[in-house]
Structures are given as structure tokens and as C-alpha cells.
């Protein structure tokens, strides 16, 4: 173990996405962590959190790392009261990332009671260790829908795009009450769309900007499958043929409701920035990860057609007219976007000044090309993440 | 053991290929259309169809019997034109022609090698058999008793009779019984020993009634009158050709044996019924080989029910009035996914309640791709894909006319129609490798199976497994392609409507092991199921026995539902035996806990032989 020079980090959710680069990331840099977690199936918590440190190259950092079963739902987490006791005594700060990022409303239960209820828990401890900083990390959407400018302050938007965005506005609420009356300082941190790393295009998860252009390479595959196997009967049928230039013609009119942006940052910034507010924030904050130079849906769709050797991509702001007829690439298309559609052309502007400061004018990279191939090729190497640990 | 269970086929020998034929009488019916062993229609006796040729050359090979004349003669009769092998693999994954041609040269070497041939002699009852049925149809002959030694059921061990009679007439019948009992000669009747229970085998005499397959139909009144030979699958094909349908269970099954057993039920026992619903009368003859028609006032009284194990027969059942059921010709098939038991429960209640299908059944994952897959080994992929990729592990089947699709479409629930369907059985080996299957799964994180909702997902899904006949063929032994692809090709084998009405699928359960059911008649309660389900897995853990969610079928407008459970279990491995017995007898007992604490519960061996009830005695009393 590293001293006694830094801080020892009770860190939730750090099987997930943030939380395992935060990990990594922050046991590089000589912290002690120590995590609350539950077991897989076939799978005990510190196994798991073993094959995500190999998967980062630090296995060797395991003893860096204390694995604890919690249970958010039970008293004390579920954590027997000797141990409950000796935790309380050692840990200084918690970052809470464990959230269940569903958007499903058919979830709303589970969803409110993971990302809402169970706070209480890890509230508790925090009280009860007499921890110093609670950090949380929330999201950039909590301001809500129908705001043009979105500032570094808690959300009392009463609108919200799905459930997730919801239970984690409820939830910035409800920590801040806590932390103000029991003096804990908390920041608040707030990313928008997180992909890999911008350098290596590692990844662990594969939704958000990675969806559309999985399902429109899966569409892509099948309509290739019928030309090269079955005399593209099918394709034809819907106009999808192969170019002289061996380019795939394969129109897809997506609609989005109006012009706007999609703000996404690489996972490397959102650790980075992360760890220098942590570092820095001594009277906690809000901050919004965001990107000032956000890209838009018709740039990602260039940069699909040029990787993907495709055509016919068409992003069209405004509504889609009145029984339009669509191909069924379009229409399954349309389908598998829909949770993510609110995102794609979004015109809210996200106030950084608390992030600025707080990160030594840390900025995001404006979303290129190259960033755009190493992310997707990784992606495509690990099959969208089906064979990462394989 | 476990080994010559999985070996496949061509890595087996005659005799462990034998050893492992099902005794599902399947190859008695032309359910593929490819005909039947040539020599089975004409002799009649089960010895001379590829059922009887197995057990036949598995007493030969295992040296139970000698050669004897009929043995030559069952052998010669094999003119090895291989349509067993068709029916055989397409249920089972089974090549009986390489046991033909075994039983063919043990047979030849035997003689070739001065084997001595055992003739066998007419004792005195044997001789006054043939005066009633004549002299081709009774015998003594070892390798015809041999082959009536087994039934379906292994738990039962295989006894051989001293005699098989074939009797053509109700008199013939009443004159056997008169004189069996004159003669204190035990009898048994045998329709094509397709009960699980081990119920059609027997020293003494065994009378098998497979001659007796006259149908006559009374469309005016909506029956058709059945001798006790027919079987479901030839009875189901005459009244289609009319225009009507009957409720039929196994395609083996005789209509009088399954009525006169537990009484006819299938998916369609959701509207059709089951035990007295099925039929308008019968004929019987007795105990004492008088005859009685069940519409006499002085006849016993078939349609009560006694809350007894095992009750008596009350005789041979020598013809059967069936109902024929009306058929529309909007008829579809669709299946209707559902992530958890008790939400398919509720569905099939409502739709049973508001009288919305013909047919319905909820089934698990297992016997989805078991009944759709060629071959054990992609059924466990596909079983797999539709679990955890899919996130199917529960499927309704709902056969019903237009009003009731659109009904089922209007409740909200996303279905396979029969297009679908279609893609996805031919399309199966697709699926094995489809990437975007993983797509599909998220989608439907916000409500499941919305993709079906997606009006050209059809189309697309349809692109994406490029099913063809060809493609599903692929899949089984490359010689037998050919026959597959041809035979795929034919509408009906994709048609969920006839699939359901000729169940020619369901013999696939005991596919990868022989299965035995437990079958009880209970109201869809979803507690009073999970319990069952669990506590049945529990008693099959304990045991080391396979097992797996059966079928639930609603009867009576969602009052009750039938409900089976299946244990599977090798038969030639006696260890095994033990284990699945004790599995039976627990799981009786469990029904039995159940059926005193609420009286509402019935378990099937409190139905045996009283198939001719009333339903609402059986499932109200
Ligand atoms: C894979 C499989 C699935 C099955 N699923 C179903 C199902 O869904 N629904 C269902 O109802 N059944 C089902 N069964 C059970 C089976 O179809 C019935 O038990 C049917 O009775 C068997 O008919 P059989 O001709 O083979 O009768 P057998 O097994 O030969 O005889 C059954 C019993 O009836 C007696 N018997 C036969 N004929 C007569 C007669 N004419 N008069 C008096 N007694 C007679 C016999 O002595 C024996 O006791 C299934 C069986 C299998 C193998
Ligand atoms: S191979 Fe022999 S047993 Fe099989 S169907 Fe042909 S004739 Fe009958």
C-alpha cells in the first residue's frame, strides 16, 4: 500500500465504466480504495474487480485494493458491524458512482430504488466514518428538458428526457440535504455522454454514442450477408446496392427534431478532470464534464459512411412527416435509436465556469475522425464488448 | 451409460442403436409423408415395423432369443429402403437401417452357420385363438411375443406375453375374453404402447387391436365413429381432407386406448375439452365378454370419476364416437414471448376466460428448441440464444381464427406471427451466429420484444437468417439432407396450425432422453405452480434426474389448467432407473399433499382408466 499521504476512498460502482477507469486511474496515482460491491454470479467481487485491473494492465495493483460486499438496500450496507466499524474508522472520502443507467420507464422501480432509495446506505456510512468529502457522480442531463443553459447549481427541473435522468436529479437533492446538515463537503460531478479513450479507444462499455452506429453497422452486415449470399434479392428490393467503388448504398433518413449537438467527452478526460476536482475542490462544487466544441449527428454520420464503406445516410432535423414510408432498415433503425434520440440533437449549453477552475482549464478533445476510428475499431474488435474478457 | 446417449449414430453399434429406440410407435404412421415400412401394413403385428425389428435384433444381438421362423421372416421382409431412417432421425436423431441390416445378417450368418431354426408349435389355446381370429393373426412365436415386451415405459420392467392376438371384430374380441377366462389366462390390450406408464405389457396374451382401423364418418352430426386401431395422426388427416378437425393427442396414440387411458387432451383442449368433451359414445366389451354401449341406461356409469390410483378397466373399448370440430379458414398460429411464468400465466387465463383462441399452451425455452431444432446439439444452442439472447424463456402458443390474432394484437402483446415463425425455424442455423442478436436484446430493455412491433422486422429479420429449407438441412447427416430440405419445403412443416393439430414434434421431447411426465389438473394459480415447479426440480436434483418445465394448457374457460412436468432418464442404465422410480414416487406424493390441502388439485394416476369421465367430475369433485 501506498502511505498514509493520500486519502483512503470508499469507492461504489467500481465494476461499472466510471468507476473501473476512475479505479485504475486513481490506484496509478498511489490511492487506497476501497470498494463496496456485490459478487456476480460466478463471481466473487474481488475476482471481478481482479479481471478489470488485468483488463487496465495493473493487476498487480490488487493488494492496492480492499473488496467489500454491500448490499445499498440493507442497514450498515449488509456489511457484518465489526467490519462496518473498522471501515467507518479508515475510510476519508467516498465517490459514489454506482447507478443503474437504464432509461427504461418499464424499469422506473428498479431504477429509483438503485439510484434513489438505496442512498440511504451509503449516506449512513459516510456519516457514521465521518468522512470529509462525498463525491458524487451524477450527470450533465439532470438539468432536465426545456433549458437552453444549464448551470453549475442543483436541478429543480420538473421534466425530464427518461427515469434515469430523473432518479439522478432526485438523487443530487438528497445527497446535498445530507451532506449540508451532517458538514460533509460534496461535489458533484456531472459528465454528458461518456465514450472510450481518446488515445486508445479502450472501452469497457458500448452504449450511448456507440448504439447507433452499432445497430447501423448490424443492419449494414445484413443487407452485405443477402448481396454476397443469397443474390441480394432483399436489398434490391429496398434500393441497397454495392457501388463501384465497393461502398454499400443503404438509405437511412434519420430524423431528429431540431438542429443541435451531441456532447460527448472521451473517458480519459472524465477521469482526469474527475480526479483534479477531487484534488482540488477543497469547498466541493458542481461541475459539468461537458464538451464546449460538441459534434453533431451529421458528423458521426460522415464518419460512419467513411469507416464503414456505406452511403446514403441522411440526417434530417425537423419532424418526420406524416405517414412517410420507410425502409425497414429505417424503421428498425428509428427503434433501436429511440432511447437515445433526445441526445442526438440536443441545444442545451452546459455552464463549466466551477470545471474550469476546478481543472486547470482541462478541456475535452473536439471529436475527430481518428478519435472517432480508434474508438469504433476497438468496439468492433471486442464485438461491442460480448468478447473484451475473452 | 451417458455415452451411448450422446454418441451419435454412426459412431454406434447395431445393437446400442437398438438398445435406445424410444418405443414411440412413430414409425407405424406416415407422419413425414415418406410411407411406411412396407412390411407393417400387411402383417400388422408390430414385429414387422422398424419399432419391432429393434427390439427384435436387441434380444437377437443380446442373446435372449434364438432364430426362430418368424424371426426369418420379419428379418427377409426388410427390403431395407431406408424411410425408417427418416422418421427415426427426424424425431430422434436415429438411423435404425444400420439395425436392419444387422438383424438381416445376423439372421443370414445364423443360417449360413447351421444355426438350428426353433419352430415354434400351437398348444392347445393357441390353436383356439386362430379359430376366432384365424391363422395369421395369433402367435407364440418368440420373435413376435419379444417384441411386444416393451412399451414406451422403462420404468416398468419388459415382460414377454406367451401370446399375441390380432382381432379384427368386437365379436372376435368377445369370444378371446370368454375364452381367456375360461381358461385363466391373464390378457392385455395393447393399442400402440405409447402410455408412459408401462401400462400395455404383460405375460399372459396381449391383444393388439391395430387391425381394427375402419373411421366412419357422420358429418350430420358431427362425429366420426373409430374402431379401436386408429390412431389420432390418420383419423386427424380424414377429417382435415372433410374440412373438420378433431382433438387429438399423441399422432401415435389409438384414439380408444388414449381416451380409454387418461382421456384425449392437447392444446386444443383449451376450447375442444378433454376426457367425455371429446367423444358422443362408445362400445365396450366387458369383463365377461358381453358387449355394452356407454348410451344404454343399464350401462356402467363411464362418466362418473373416483378419486382412485389405478381404478379398474371397465373393459375393451371396441369403437369410439369422436367429436369433429368445426375449422375456419383464417385459422393462424402465432407465439406470444414472455420473460416470466407468471406473466404468461395471466395471459393465457385472460385469453382462456374471454374465450380468445382455440389453442393455447405456454411452453419453456427447452421445448421450444427441442421441437424446433434437427438435432440435440443445436437445440442446446438454440435454447441458449432464446434464453439469454432472445429473452424468451417462455413462449405461448395461441392457434386462433383472425378475430383472436387481432384480439391477442389489441391486448398489447408483441408476437411471432406464423411469417415470422417461419423465418426463425428455417432459419435457426442462422441464429446461432446472428451478431445482432445482441441488439435485439437491448432494444427491448424498454419493453420487451417491441421489436416485434416494428412493422418491417419481418422483413429484415427475414433477410438476416436467409431461411430456406436448405439451410435448416444443413444441420442434419448429409445423406438425409436431400430428404430434409424436400420435406421442409412443404407448407405444413412450418405451419404452427398443423403443427399443433398433428403434434408430430412432440416424441422430440425424448430426443436426447427418454422422458416420464408428471401430469396433474390444476387451477392456474401462480403460486400454487412455482411451488410445483420448484419442488419438482428439488425431488429431480436430489436424484440426479434431468428435468424441466413441461406444457401448461388452460381448459374449462381458465378455470383449471393441465399442467406436466418432465423428468428425463436413460433406460438402459439401471442406476438411473432407481433414481427416476424414486423421482415418481415422490412427485405422487407431493400431488397428493397438495391435492388434500387444497381439493383442488388432481394428479394423473387418479385419471387412469377413467379417461370416459365427465371433466367437471374429474376436475370439480
Ligand atoms: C411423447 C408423448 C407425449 C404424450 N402426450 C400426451 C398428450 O399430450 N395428451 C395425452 O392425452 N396423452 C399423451 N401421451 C400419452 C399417450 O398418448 C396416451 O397414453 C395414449 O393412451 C397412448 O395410446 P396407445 O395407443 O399407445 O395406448 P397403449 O399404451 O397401448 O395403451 C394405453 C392403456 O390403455 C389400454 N388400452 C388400449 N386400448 C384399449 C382399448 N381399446 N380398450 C381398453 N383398454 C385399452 C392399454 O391396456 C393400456 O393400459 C403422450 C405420450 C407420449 C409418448
Ligand atoms: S429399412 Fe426396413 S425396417 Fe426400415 S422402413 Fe425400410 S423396410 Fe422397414
Given at each position: 500500500?501506498?502511505?498514509?499521504?493520500?486519502?483512503?476512498?470508499?469507492?461504489?460502482?467500481?465494476?461499472?465504466?466510471?468507476?473501473?477507469?476512475?479505479?485504475?486511474?486513481?490506484?496509478?496515482?498511489?490511492?487506497?480504495?476501497?470498494?463496496?460491491?456485490?459478487?456476480?454470479?460466478?463471481?466473487?467481487?474481488?475476482?471481478?474487480?481482479?479481471?478489470?485491473?488485468?483488463?487496465?494492465?495493473?493487476?498487480?495493483?490488487?493488494?492496492?485494493?480492499?473488496?467489500?460486499?454491500?448490499?445499498?438496500?440493507?442497514?450498515?450496507?449488509?456489511?457484518?458491524?465489526?467490519?462496518?466499524?473498522?471501515?467507518?474508522?479508515?475510510?476519508?472520502?467516498?465517490?459514489?458512482?454506482?447507478?443503474?443507467?437504464?432509461?427504461?420507464?418499464?424499469?422506473?422501480?428498479?431504477?429509483?430504488?438503485?439510484?434513489?432509495?438505496?442512498?440511504?446506505?451509503?449516506?449512513?456510512?459516510?456519516?457514521?466514518?465521518?468522512?470529509?468529502?462525498?463525491?458524487?457522480?451524477?450527470?450533465?442531463?439532470?438539468?432536465?428538458?426545456?433549458?437552453?443553459?444549464?448551470?453549475?447549481?442543483?436541478?429543480?427541473?420538473?421534466?425530464?428526457?427518461?427515469?434515469?435522468?430523473?432518479?439522478?436529479?432526485?438523487?443530487?437533492?438528497?445527497?446535498?440535504?445530507?451532506?449540508?446538515?451532517?458538514?460533509?463537503?460534496?461535489?458533484?460531478?456531472?459528465?454528458?455522454?461518456?465514450?472510450?479513450?481518446?488515445?486508445?479507444?479502450?472501452?469497457?462499455?458500448?452504449?450511448?454514442?456507440?448504439?447507433?452506429?452499432?445497430?447501423?453497422?448490424?443492419?449494414?452486415?445484413?443487407?452485405?450477408?443477402?448481396?454476397?449470399?443469397?443474390?441480394?434479392?432483399?436489398?434490391?428490393?429496398?434500393?441497397?446496392?454495392?457501388?463501384?467503388?465497393?461502398?454499400?448504398?443503404?438509405?437511412?433518413?434519420?430524423?431528429?427534431?431540431?438542429?443541435?449537438?451531441?456532447?460527448?467527452?472521451?473517458?480519459?478526460?472524465?477521469?482526469?478532470?474527475?480526479?483534479?476536482?477531487?484534488?482540488?475542490?477543497?469547498?466541493?462544487?458542481?461541475?459539468?464534464?461537458?464538451?464546449?466544441?460538441?459534434?453533431?449527428?451529421?458528423?458521426?454520420?460522415?464518419?460512419?459512411?467513411?469507416?464503414?464503406?456505406?452511403?446514403?445516410?441522411?440526417?434530417?432535423?425537423?419532424?418526420?412527416?406524416?405517414?412517410?414510408?420507410?425502409?425497414?432498415?429505417?424503421?428498425?433503425?428509428?427503434?433501436?435509436?429511440?432511447?437515445?434520440?433526445?441526445?442526438?440533437?440536443?441545444?442545451?449549453?452546459?455552464?463549466?465556469?466551477?470545471?474550469?477552475?476546478?481543472?486547470?482549464?482541462?478541456?475535452?478533445?473536439?471529436?475527430?475522425?481518428?478519435?472517432?476510428?480508434?474508438?469504433?475499431?476497438?468496439?468492433?474488435?471486442?464485438?461491442?464488448?460480448?468478447?473484451?474478457?475473452? | 451409460?451417458?455415452?451411448?446417449?450422446?454418441?451419435?449414430?454412426?459412431?454406434?453399434?447395431?445393437?446400442?442403436?437398438?438398445?435406445?429406440?424410444?418405443?414411440?410407435?412413430?414409425?407405424?404412421?406416415?407422419?413425414?409423408?415418406?410411407?411406411?415400412?412396407?412390411?407393417?401394413?400387411?402383417?400388422?403385428?408390430?414385429?414387422?415395423?422398424?419399432?419391432?425389428r429393434m427390439i427384435l435384433y436387441e434380444a437377437l444381438a443380446g442373446n435372449k432369443i434364438s432364430v426362430t421362423e418368424k424371426c426369418i421372416e420379419i428379418a427377409d421382409s426388410c427390403n431395407l429402403c431406408g424411410k425408417c431412417?427418416?422418421?427415426?432421425?427426424?424425431?430422434?436423431?436415429?438411423?435404425?437401417?444400420?439395425?436392419?441390416?444387422?438383424?438381416?445378417?445376423?439372421?443370414?450368418?445364423?443360417?449360413?452357420?447351421?444355426?438350428?431354426?426353433?419352430?415354434?408349435?400351437?398348444?392347445?389355446?393357441?390353436?383356439?385363438?386362430?379359430?376366432?381370429?384365424?391363422?395369421?393373426?395369433?402367435?407364440?412365436?418368440?420373435?413376435?411375443?419379444?417384441?411386444?415386451?416393451?412399451?414406451?415405459?422403462?420404468?416398468?420392467?419388459?415382460?414377454?406375453?406367451?401370446?399375441?392376438?390380432?382381432?379384427?371384430?368386437?365379436?372376435?374380441?368377445?369370444?378371446?375374453?370368454?375364452?381367456?377366462?375360461?381358461?385363466?389366462?391373464?390378457?392385455?390390450?395393447?393399442?400402440?404402447?405409447?402410455?408412459?406408464?408401462?401400462?400395455?405389457?404383460?405375460?399372459?396374451?396381449?391383444?393388439?387391436?391395430?387391425?381394427?382401423?375402419?373411421?366412419?364418418?357422420?358429418?350430420?352430426?358431427?362425429?366420426?365413429?373409430?374402431?379401436?386401431?386408429?390412431?389420432?395422426?390418420?383419423?386427424?388427416?380424414?377429417?382435415?381432407?372433410?374440412?373438420?378437425?378433431?382433438?387429438?393427442?399423441?399422432?401415435?396414440?389409438?384414439?380408444?386406448?388414449?381416451?380409454?387411458?387418461?382421456?384425449?387432451?392437447?392444446?386444443?383442449?383449451?376450447?375442444?375439452?378433454?376426457?367425455?368433451?371429446?367423444?358422443?359414445?362408445?362400445?365396450?366389451?366387458?369383463?365377461?365378454?358381453?358387449?355394452?354401449?356407454?348410451?344404454?341406461?343399464?350401462?356402467?356409469?363411464?362418466?362418473?370419476?373416483?378419486?382412485?390410483?389405478?381404478?379398474?378397466?371397465?373393459?375393451?373399448?371396441?369403437?369410439?364416437?369422436?367429436?369433429?370440430?368445426?375449422?375456419?379458414?383464417?385459422?393462424?398460429?402465432?407465439?406470444?414471448?414472455?420473460?416470466?411464468?407468471?406473466?404468461?400465466?395471466?395471459?393465457?387465463?385472460?385469453?382462456?376466460?374471454?374465450?380468445?383462441?382455440?389453442?393455447?399452451?405456454?411452453?419453456?425455452?427447452?421445448?421450444?428448441?427441442?421441437?424446433?431444432?434437427?438435432?440435440?446439439?443445436?437445440?442446446?444452442?438454440?435454447?441458449?440464444?432464446?434464453?439469454?439472447?432472445?429473452?424468451?424463456?417462455?413462449?405461448?402458443?395461441?392457434?386462433?381464427?383472425?378475430?383472436?390474432?387481432?384480439?391477442?394484437?389489441?391486448?398489447?402483446?408483441?408476437?411471432?406471427?406464423?411469417?415470422?415463425?417461419?423465418?426463425?425455424?428455417?432459419?435457426?442455423?442462422?441464429?446461432?451466429?446472428?451478431?445482432?442478436?445482441?441488439?435485439?436484446?437491448?432494444?427491448?430493455?424498454?419493453?420487451?420484444?417491441?421489436?416485434?412491433?416494428?412493422?418491417?422486422?419481418?422483413?429484415?429479420?427475414?433477410?438476416?437468417?436467409?431461411?430456406?429449407?436448405?439451410?435448416?438441412?444443413?444441420?442434419?447427416?448429409?445423406?438425409?439432407?436431400?430428404?430434409?430440405?424436400?420435406?421442409?419445403?412443404?407448407?405444413?412443416?412450418?405451419?404452427?396450425?398443423?403443427?399443433?393439430?398433428?403434434?408430430?414434434?412432440?416424441?422430440?421431447?425424448?430426443?436426447?432422453?427418454?422422458?416420464?411426465?408428471?401430469?396433474?389438473?390444476?387451477?392456474?394459480?401462480?403460486?400454487?405452480?412455482?411451488?410445483?415447479?420448484?419442488?419438482?426440480?428439488?425431488?429431480?436434483?436430489?436424484?440426479?434426474?434431468?428435468?424441466?418445465?413441461?406444457?401448461?394448457?388452460?381448459?374449462?374457460?381458465?378455470?383449471?389448467?393441465?399442467?406436466?412436468?418432465?423428468?428425463?432418464?436413460?433406460?438402459?442404465?439401471?442406476?438411473?432407473?432407481?433414481?427416476?422410480?424414486?423421482?415418481?414416487?415422490?412427485?405422487?406424493?407431493?400431488?397428493?399433499?397438495?391435492?388434500?390441502?387444497?381439493?383442488?388439485?388432481?394428479?394423473?394416476?387418479?385419471?387412469?382408466?377413467?379417461?370416459?369421465?365427465?371433466?367437471?367430475?374429474?376436475?370439480?369433485?
Open positions: 500500500m501506498a502511505g498514509k499521504t493520500k486519502p483512503v476512498i470508499a469507492l461504489t460502482g467500481a465494476t461499472g465504466f466510471l468507476g473501473s477507469h476512475l479505479m485504475a486511474t486513481m490506484l496509478a496515482k498511489g490511492y487506497s480504495i476501497i470498494v463496496f460491491g456485490r459478487p456476480a454470479k460466478n463471481e466473487s467481487l474481488k475476482e471481478r474487480i481482479s479481471r478489470l485491473l488485468k483488463w487496465f494492465g495493473i493487476g498487480s495493483f490488487l493488494d492496492q485494493v480492499k473488496c467489500i460486499d454491500a448490499d445499498f438496500s440493507q442497514d450498515n450496507l449488509g456489511i457484518e458491524n465489526g467490519e462496518y466499524s473498522r471501515l467507518c474508522s479508515v475510510v476519508d472520502s467516498v465517490i459514489h458512482c454506482a447507478s443503474d443507467t437504464s432509461f427504461s420507464e418499464n424499469k422506473r422501480e428498479k431504477v429509483m430504488a438503485a439510484n434513489v432509495n438505496n442512498l440511504k446506505g451509503i449516506l449512513e456510512f459516510s456519516k457514521n466514518a465521518h468522512i470529509s468529502f462525498f463525491h458524487y457522480i451524477s450527470t450533465a442531463y439532470v438539468a432536465g428538458t426545456g433549458v437552453s443553459f444549464c448551470k453549475e447549481i442543483l436541478s429543480s427541473a420538473k421534466s425530464f428526457t427518461n427515469v434515469y435522468e430523473e432518479s439522478k436529479a432526485a438523487a443530487e437533492n438528497l445527497i446535498s440535504m445530507f451532506c449540508q446538515k451532517n458538514s460533509i463537503t460534496l461535489s458533484i460531478i456531472r459528465p454528458s455522454i461518456v465514450y472510450g479513450d481518446s488515445q486508445s479507444g479502450r472501452s469497457l462499455k458500448f452504449n450511448a454514442l456507440y448504439f447507433p452506429i452499432r445497430s447501423a453497422q448490424s443492419i449494414r452486415d445484413i443487407y452485405l450477408n443477402d448481396l454476397s449470399n443469397n443474390g441480394g434479392i432483399k436489398a434490391a428490393k429496398n434500393g441497397i446496392y454495392i457501388d463501384n467503388d465497393g461502398y454499400l448504398f443503404l438509405p437511412l433518413k434519420i430524423y431528429l427534431p431540431y438542429e443541435g449537438d451531441l456532447n460527448i467527452i472521451p473517458v480519459d478526460y472524465f477521469v482526469n478532470a474527475t480526479i483534479k476536482i477531487i484534488e482540488n475542490c477543497s469547498q466541493g462544487g458542481i461541475y459539468h464534464l461537458t464538451n464546449n466544441l460538441p459534434t453533431t449527428m451529421k458528423i458521426v454520420a460522415k464518419y460512419y459512411e467513411q469507416l464503414m464503406k456505406v452511403r446514403g445516410v441522411e440526417i434530417i432535423y425537423g419532424p418526420q412527416p406524416d405517414n412517410l414510408l420507410r425502409n425497414p432498415a429505417e424503421e428498425l433503425f428509428d427503434r433501436f435509436i429511440e432511447p437515445y434520440r433526445p441526445y442526438l440533437s440536443d441545444n442545451r449549453v452546459f455552464d463549466r465556469t466551477n470545471t474550469i477552475l476546478a481543472t486547470d482549464n482541462l478541456n475535452p478533445p473536439k471529436f475527430t475522425y481518428e478519435i472517432f476510428k480508434t474508438c469504433m475499431e476497438y468496439a468492433i474488435k471486442v464485438n461491442w464488448g460480448a468478447s473484451i474478457f475473452a | 451409460m451417458q455415452d451411448i446417449v450422446n454418441k451419435s449414430d454412426d459412431k454406434k453399434t447395431p445393437y446400442e442403436i437398438a438398445r435406445n429406440c424410444r418405443h414411440y410407435a412413430m414409425c407405424k404412421i406416415d407422419f413425414l409423408g415418406s410411407g411406411v415400412c412396407d412390411s407393417g401394413p400387411e402383417k400388422h403385428f408390430v414385429s414387422f415395423y422398424p419399432q419391432g431412417d427418416y422418421q427415426c432421425y427426424f424425431l430422434n436423431e436415429m438411423r435404425p437401417t444400420k439395425v436392419m441390416e444387422a438383424l438381416k445378417n445376423h439372421v443370414q450368418t445364423y443360417i449360413k452357420n447351421g444355426g438350428k431354426i426353433k419352430l415354434s408349435k400351437d398348444d392347445f389355446l393357441l390353436a383356439e385363438i386362430k379359430k376366432i381370429v384365424g391363422e395369421n393373426w395369433a402367435s407364440n412365436d418368440e420373435a413376435i411375443t419379444v417384441t411386444y415386451s416393451h412399451d414406451l415405459s422403462a420404468i416398468s420392467d419388459p415382460k414377454v406375453p406367451d401370446y399375441v392376438v390380432m382381432p379384427n371384430t368386437k365379436e372376435e374380441i368377445s369370444s378371446l375374453v370368454k375364452l381367456f377366462n375360461k381358461n385363466k389366462i391373464t390378457y392385455t390390450i395393447r393399442g400402440n404402447g405409447q402410455n408412459l406408464l408401462g401400462f400395455a405389457i404383460n405375460e399372459g396374451a396381449i391383444i393388439d387391436l391395430n387391425r381394427m382401423k375402419t373411421i366412419e364418418f357422420d358429418e350430420k352430426n358431427w362425429l366420426v365413429k373409430v374402431r379401436p386401431g386408429v390412431t389420432a395422426f390418420d383419423l386427424q388427416k380424414q377429417a382435415q381432407k372433410r374440412g373438420y378437425r378433431i382433438n387429438a393427442s399423441e399422432p401415435a396414440a389409438l384414439l380408444c386406448a388414449n381416451i380409454m387411458c387418461s382421456g384425449i387432451m392437447s392444446t386444443f383442449s383449451t376450447t375442444y375439452g378433454i376426457n367425455a368433451d371429446n367423444f358422443i359414445n362408445a362400445e365396450f366389451v366387458d369383463h365377461s365378454g358381453s358387449l355394452f354401449d356407454l348410451n344404454e341406461i343399464s350401462s356402467p356409469n363411464l362418466y362418473s370419476y373416483k378419486n382412485l390410483e389405478h381404478k379398474d378397466s371397465p373393459g375393451i373399448c371396441v369403437s369410439a364416437s369422436i367429436r369433429l370440430h368445426p375449422v375456419t379458414d383464417d385459422e393462424k398460429g402465432i407465439l406470444v414471448p414472455f420473460e416470466t411464468l407468471n406473466n404468461a400465466l395471466d395471459f393465457i387465463k385472460d385469453c382462456s376466460i374471454r374465450h380468445i383462441g382455440l389453442a393455447l399452451g405456454i411452453v419453456g425455452a427447452e421445448y421450444i428448441s427441442t421441437f424446433l431444432s434437427p438435432t440435440k446439439k443445436m437445440a442446446s444452442e438454440i435454447k441458449n440464444i432464446f434464453v439469454d439472447k432472445l429473452n424468451i424463456p417462455w413462449l405461448v402458443v395461441v392457434i386462433g381464427d383472425k378475430y383472436a390474432i387481432r384480439s391477442i394484437s389489441e391486448m398489447g402483446f408483441p408476437f411471432f406471427d406464423q411469417n415470422l415463425f417461419k423465418s426463425l425455424y428455417l432459419g435457426l442455423p442462422s441464429l446461432k451466429t446472428a451478431q445482432w442478436l445482441d441488439l435485439v436484446k437491448e432494444l427491448s430493455d424498454d419493453e420487451p420484444y417491441s421489436y416485434l412491433k416494428v412493422k418491417s422486422f419481418a422483413e429484415l429479420f427475414e433477410t438476416a437468417l436467409s431461411p430456406s429449407p436448405r439451410l435448416y438441412s444443413q444441420e442434419v447427416d448429409k445423406e438425409l439432407s436431400p430428404f430434409f430440405e424436400k420435406l421442409f419445403s412443404h407448407q405444413e412443416m412450418t405451419d404452427l396450425v398443423w403443427l399443433n393439430m398433428y403434434r408430430i414434434m412432440s416424441t422430440r421431447l425424448g430426443r436426447k432422453k427418454p422422458f416420464l411426465p408428471a401430469l396433474i389438473y390444476l387451477p392456474i394459480d401462480k403460486d400454487l405452480i412455482n411451488d410445483f415447479t420448484d419442488k419438482f426440480r428439488l425431488i429431480a436434483e436430489k436424484h440426479g434426474i434431468d428435468n424441466d418445465f413441461g406444457f401448461i394448457t388452460p381448459i374449462d374457460n381458465g378455470k383449471r389448467c393441465i399442467f406436466e412436468y418432465d423428468f428425463f432418464y436413460d433406460y438402459n442404465d439401471p442406476d438411473e432407473i432407481q433414481r427416476i422410480r424414486q423421482v415418481a414416487m415422490e412427485s405422487n406424493m407431493l400431488i397428493d399433499d397438495y391435492s388434500v390441502k387444497t381439493g383442488t388439485v388432481k394428479g394423473h394416476p387418479y385419471v387412469l382408466y377413467q379417461g370416459f369421465c365427465r371433466k367437471e367430475n374429474l376436475l370439480y369433485s
